[in-house]
């Protein structure tokens, strides 16, 4: 099993539409969580941390659940430019740091 | 330009021949990390320092890969006796640790592209 599974996707979504990413970790020791994004051909750069009480940054809100592993990521009236990898992210103890597969979002006009 | 450098931005060799990636990490940025990424996949966990000490390698690296952070400062990935399994991204990533203002950010180089032949 891998220590962090996302939704496979691809998913393409309406401009304005909601969409929800996915994200489960294995390691039930694992300390920090994030969402990072990835552009084509670019290098990941975070977008949000995680935090258990649940989080929102305009139109992204994360979400963790440390019972069931799970971490999830919405995003409120998608825009065109928001179109990329959606790379789930988990920090272990002693600050490993491991990513998932990705998720990735086509924003269709 | 303070960000992440890596080099050399693109690599082909053959089968069979050594290369080296350098990464030079922010400066005052104590943790280093490796990774692979390959065409639709997430970046692969390779190894990551604390300074100049190697905190763990990936049980998936064979031992044809090897990493080093000599002073604390930069660092290199050499990969020996290269496959075509080894063509890939390699990125090089960066943090201020338990000192960092946003804890677990990680500040990426550009990467290294290898295409072995």
């Known amino acids: 099993r891998k220590e962090v599974e996302q939704d496979p996707g691809p998913f393409n979504v309406p401009e304005g539409a909601t969409v929800a990413f996915n994200c489960t970790y294995s390691n039930s020791a694992s300390q920090s969580f994030f969402w990072y994004r990835q552009d084509c051909r670019k290098e990941p750069k975070l977008l949000m941390s995680v935090y258990s009480s649940g989080n929102e940054d305009g139109r992204f809100t994360a979400q963790l659940n440390r019972a069931s592993q799970y971490i999830s990521l919405l995003i409120r009236d998608s825009k065109l430019s928001d179109s990329a990898t959606y790379l789930c992210?988990?920090?272990?103890?002693?600050?490993?740091?491991?990513f998932g597969p990705g998720t990735s979002l086509s924003v269709i006009p | 330009d303070t960000g992440v450098s890596q080099n050399p931005r693109h690599k082909i060799t053959k089968r069979g021949q050594n290369v080296t990636f350098r990464c030079d990490p922010i400066?005052?940025?104590?943790?280093l990390y490796w990774y692979r990424q390959t065409l639709g996949q997430g970046p692969e966990f390779l190894t990551y320092?604390?300074?100049?000490?190697?905190?763990?390698k990936s049980r998936l690296l064979s031992d044809r890969f090897s990493a080093e952070r000599p002073k604390g400062s930069f660092s290199t990935l050499e990969i020996q006796r290269t496959e075509q399994g080894d063509s890939a991204m390699y990125l090089c990533?960066?943090?201020?640790?338990?000192?960092?203002?946003?804890?677990?950010?990680?500040?990426f180089g550009e990467g290294s592209r290898l295409t072995v032949l």
């Open positions: 990533a960066s943090s201020p640790g338990l000192a960092g203002t946003r804890t677990g950010e990680l500040f």
């Open positions: 400066s005052e940025h104590n943790r």
């Open positions: 320092f604390q300074n100049e000490a190697q905190l763990e």
């Open positions: 992210v988990v920090k272990t103890s002693y600050d490993k740091v491991i």
